[in-house]
């Protein structure tokens, strides 16, 4: 499958996504990772600040997942979500939903008639 390498509208709405996301995600996770650290490297690939080569020197391992990730998602394979969207639950934003399609019109019930009582 071939790839295309992201345009440069999309990086820098990811970018400003990131930037946007940053202050509101935990500065630590539960583990003690450093979740800033992460989203300026993300940043950092975005920019082309960082390359591969520079990706593959970070010793810890989650910084360097997440910058390669990022990396994958510029250069244009396919990558499971953009760079922002992994950070957007931890910054309190929700997904939009997809509109549920509309439900079958109700069809108003045909009025009963009144039976007639038999005579005695």
């Known amino acids: 499958m071939p ?19 940053m202050p509101r995600v935990p500065h630590f996770d539960f ?5 800033w650290d992460k989203i300026e490297t993300d940043i950092r690939v975005l920019k082309g ?10 010793e810890d391992p989650d910084l360097n997942s997440s910058a390669y990730n990022t990396l994958q998602w510029l250069e244009g394979w396919e990558v499971d979500y953009p ?10 934003v929700e997904k939009e939903k997809p509109k ?10 045909k009025p009963k008639k009144a039976k007639a009582r038999k005579r005695r």
């Not at 790839?3 to 996301?21: K, M, S």
């Not at 583990?31 to 979740?35: D, K």
């Not at 549920?100 to 019930?109: I, L, N, Q, S, Y």
């Open 83 to 92: 760079p922002a969207e992994s950070w957007a639950g931890l910054a309190g």
């Open 49 to 58: 600040e960082l390359d591969e080569d520079e990706i593959n020197d970070i």
């Open 3 to 21: 790839r295309t390498p992201r345009t440069e509208e999309e990086v820098q709405r990811e970018i400003a996504l990131l930037e946007e996301y």
């Open 31 to 35: 583990f003690g990772g450093n979740n």
């Open 100 to 109: 549920p399609d509309k439900p079958p019109k109700k069809v108003a019930p």
